[in-house]
C-alpha cells in the first residue's frame, strides 16, 4: 500500500479542512476521507440507540457492526440516510466524546486505512498524519482562531436553516478544543514534518493554492 501516495490534512473544527480536502482531491482525483464523518456516525448512533458515550465496549461492537457508506453527498448507515443527522450540533458534541475511547478508534482504524487506493487518497481528520497515515508524504495542519472557526460554523448552520447561537458555538468549540488536544489518546497535534497552515485570514482558494504548490514540489500532482 505503501506506493499509493495519501495527503492528510488534520486540524480543528472549522478550521476549513473538510473543504479544503474536497476541493483537492477533486482538483487530484483521489479518493477522500471524511474521517469525521465516522465518528460522528458512531456518536449519532450511540445517541439514538441510548449507549453511554464511555461504554466503551458497547460502543466498539456497535461501531464494528455498523454498515457505513459515504458518497460525495450522503452518509448511508446500514441503508439510512444519516447525512444531515451526523452534523447536527449535540452529534458534534458525541462524536468528540466517542473519538477518545481507545476502543472505538481500534474498530475504526483499519475501515479509514481500507480507503487508501489508487490514485491516491485525501484524508480529513484529527490524527490523520499522527497516527491513521504517519507514512504520508505531505502532512497539513490547517488553523484559525476560534471566533473565526465558530462565524464560520455559525454560517454553516444558519445556510442550513438551522438554529443556532454563536456565543453557544463558540464555547463548544473551546470546549471540544481543550478536550480533543488534551485527550491520552490521539490527541490533536501536528504530524511531526507537517505543513502548518493558518487559514485566519485566507481564501478557500489560497489555502488550497498552498496545498497544491507543496504536493507539486513532491511530485504528488503535475506541474502543468
Do not use: C
Not at 505503501?2 to 472549522?14: F, K, L, Q
Not at 466524546?97 to 482504524?109: F, M, S, T
Not at 490524527?127 to 505531505?138: I, K, Q, R
Not at 488553523?143 to 443556532?164: C, F, H, I, P
Amino acid at each position: 500500500m505503501a506506493e499509493i501516495p495519501v495527503i492528510t490534512i488534520d486540524g480543528p473544527g472549522g478550521s476549513g479542512k473538510g473543504t479544503i480536502a474536497a476541493l483537492l482531491a477533486e482538483r487530484l482525483g483521489w479518493h477522500l476521507l471524511d474521517s469525521g464523518a465516522l465518528y460522528r456516525v458512531v456518536g449519532a448512533v450511540a445517541l439514538t440507540r441510548v449507549i453511554p458515550l464511555d461504554d466503551d465496549g458497547r460502543l466498539a461492537a456497535m461501531a464494528t457492526g455498523l454498515h457505513i457508506r459515504i458518497t460525495q453527498d450522503a452518509v448511508l448507515v446500514d441503508g439510512v440516510d444519516m447525512t444531515a443527522r451526523i452534523r447536527e450540533e449535540e452529534v458534534s458534541e458525541a462524536a468528540s466524546r466517542v473519538a477518545a475511547r481507545q476502543p472505538v478508534r481500534d474498530a475504526i482504524l483499519e475501515l479509514q486505512r481500507a480507503q487508501r487506493r489508487f490514485p491516491g487518497l485525501v484524508a480529513d481528520g484529527r490524527d490523520m498524519g499522527t497516527v491513521v497515515f504517519p507514512e504520508a508524504p505531505l502532512k497539513v495542519y490547517l488553523d484559525a482562531t476560534v471566533q473565526v472557526r465558530a462565524e464560520r460554523r455559525y454560517n454553516q448552520l444558519k445556510n442550513k436553516g438551522l438554529s443556532v447561537s454563536l456565543a453557544a458555538l463558540l464555547a463548544s468549540i473551546q470546549e471540544r478544543d481543550e478536550r480533543d488536544r488534551r485527550r491520552a489518546v490521539a490527541p490533536l497535534r501536528p504530524a511531526p514534518g507537517a505543513i502548518l497552515i493558518d487559514s485566519t485570514n485566507m481564501s478557500i482558494e489560497a489555502v488550497l493554492s498552498r496545498v497544491l504548490d507543496e504536493a507539486r514540489s513532491l511530485g504528488l500532482t503535475p506541474s502543468t
